[in-house]
């Protein structure tokens, strides 16, 4: 490098620098390389924000009413459930745009837990927005989980799975939607705080405050046991919206208790006349979670409190034809990929609704009825040279004493 040569940025001579570094048509010193770098780096970031498939602008963002639109093409019913997760989703949404602002305002989020009977829909609604959403979303089954140290999976890998499904993307985990399945299966084993250890129980719901809260999290990237020695990623929970759900199965006797609404007699009359108690899910409280099982403080970090009705007749019917993919339309395409028309007896769908209804395990039942009529014709039909089957409600019947199932 000849003498006298200066930064071509900045004009400042080699004695004046620490390093000048030549090129082809000038130089540069390390201070405005390391200049250059920054700024390129804050562009491309910007530049990869702005083109990333989780990004959403302020004009894409879906509406409560359209999300609530669009889970009712899936969801029958629950539209009080439907209503609260939908402007909590919104709400994320809007908190997540307002992290740029400038304003000394801040939105704190508000995570949601729906109570309901099993075969409700609480896993389904979660499944079906996350179609919707442009957040990574991911649920994950609060059965497993234990306190660290322990059989089972720490409450950390409820975000590995969160990361794996951004890509990785540490600032698009960071503004996800986790939904907890079973959250009541974690509820504390007696009433009074434990004195030992309630490795799935108490001690869960206490390792899963900071997650919910907001605190910055060393997740191991390929869940923390199997690799002891990967280096941990930092999340920060702030803006992770959580979603739990839970069949609390008894709860009807706390809220009972409460109401007094089991009262019986010449006493048994007054307020409690006006009490639905077929419904009693309708006048779930706070303190009626409190008394199931699960901790003050985690009850605090879930303000929002909704539930879900069980299914009635009605519902259970339409459930079986109505959303896009419901269990009869599923199993019309299955039948139409090997060229055979299905169709069904209303009597026959009438009678799948009645066994579901006796067997007490709500929409779920609909589809394991449904699998063991259909098992035979799935078998033989695409072997046969049939192009129309058509499925009555006594065929039903014969399938269903061949399982054994009328014995149940």
Request: hydrophobic share 40%.
């Amino acid at each position: 490098m000849a003498k006298g040569e200066k930064c071509s940025f900045c004009g400042r001579g080699e004695n004046e620098v620490r390093l000048l570094m030549p090129g082809r048509d000038g130089c540069i010193c390390d201070e405005c390389a390391e200049q250059a770098y920054l700024l390129a780096e804050e562009y491309l970031h910007k530049r990869r924000k702005k083109d990333s498939k989780w990004a959403i602008s302020l004009e894409e963002l879906p509406k409560p009413d359209e999300i609530k639109k669009f889970l009712d093409q899936y969801v029958i019913g629950q539209d009080d459930a439907k209503r609260y997760l939908a402007v909590s989703v919104y709400n994320h949404y809007k908190r997540i745009m307002q992290a740029a602002s400038d304003d000394d305002v801040e939105i704190e989020k508000s995570n949601i837990i729906m109570v309901g009977p099993t075969g409700t829909g609480k896993t389904l609604l979660a499944k079906t927005i996350a179609r919707l959403l442009k957040v990574p979303f991911t649920i994950v089954d609060a059965t497993v989980l234990t306190e660290a140290g322990y059989v089972g999976e720490d409450i950390e890998s409820i975000l590995t799975r969160l990361l794996q499904v951004a890509d990785y993307d540490v600032e698009a985990a960071e503004r996800g939607i986790v939904f907890i399945d079973e959250i009541d299966k974690i509820a504390r084993k007696s009433d009074n705080p434990s004195i030992t250890r309630d490795v799935s129980g108490e001690g869960v719901q206490q390792g899963l405050l900071k997650l919910l809260e907001g605190s910055i999290v060393n997740v191991p990237p390929q869940g923390g046991r199997k690799h002891p020695e990967q280096k941990m990623i930092p999340v920060n929970t702030k803006n992770i919206l959580y979603i739990c759900g839970g069949a609390f199965d008894g709860i009807e006797r706390k809220i009972a208790m409460r109401l007094n609404a089991h009262v019986v007699g010449f006493n048994g009359g007054g307020s409690n006349n006006r009490i639905d108690r077929e419904n009693l899910l309708q006048y779930i409280a706070p303190q009626d979670l409190k008394a199931y099982g699960l901790i003050p403080e985690i009850i605090g970090r879930l303000p929002i409190l909704t539930y879900l009705q069980p299914l009635d007749r009605e519902a259970l019917r339409r459930i079986l034809v109505e959303p896009k993919n419901s269990i009869v339309k599923q199993y019309v395409k299955l039948f139409e990929m090997d060229g055979v028309k299905l169709t069904f007896d209303d009597d026959m769908l009438d009678y799948v609704v009645d066994k579901a209804i006796e067997f007490k395990l709500g929409a779920r039942g609909l589809r394991s009825i449904v699998e063991t009529v259909m098992m035979d014709a799935m078998y033989e039909t695409p072997s046969s040279s049939k192009k129309k089957l058509h499925i009555t409600r006594s065929y039903a019947e014969k399938k269903l004493e061949k399982a054994k199932l009328l014995a149940v």
